[in-house]
């Protein structure tokens, strides 16, 4: 069963409530892993919970929101079997998945609209992996 996780720092907060009220109304079950306002925070701290969890099954999924998405991505690429992708547009987020099984999404607050991002979030969920010749190239990271 396909579990998603979401998170971001204080800069990202305002789009990850966003998120979670798009995620709500599609009926699409989540679990917010902090933080619960938008008080300056860390942003690795968030980025190494959802990892955490993500790593925990290979159906996980994971949602982090920064201001670059840069800060999030970095942190949670540190976990081993965790592939994180920065996504600026519908065709980068389908990449991701199509290509890199990326199993976490990374977002800028400061870089994308609203409309966007929810379009992001969305494509990455749905989205399924190749596999075939791709599959050969992730085993290798």
Do not use: W
């Amino acid at each position: 069963m396909r579990k998603i996780f979401i998170s971001s720092d204080h800069a990202g907060y305002k789009l990850k409530e966003e998120i979670k009220s798009h995620l709500s109304k599609k009926k699409i079950s989540f679990k917010d892993m902090g933080p619960y306002n938008d008080e300056r925070v860390d942003y690795p701290d968030f980025a190494h919970k959802v990892a955490k969890k993500v790593k925990t099954n290979k159906n996980n999924f994971g949602i982090l929101v920064c201001g670059s998405g840069m800060g999030m991505n970095i942190a949670a690429n540190r976990h081993k079997n965790i592939r994180a992708a920065q996504c600026f547009n519908l065709k980068s987020t389908k990449l991701s998945r199509l290509h890199n099984d990326a199993n976490i999404i990374t977002l800028g607050s400061r870089l994308l609209n609203k409309k966007l991002a929810l379009t992001c979030v969305i494509a990455f969920l749905n989205t399924k992996f190749e596999g075939g010749r791709h599959l050969k190239r992730i085993k290798k990271i």
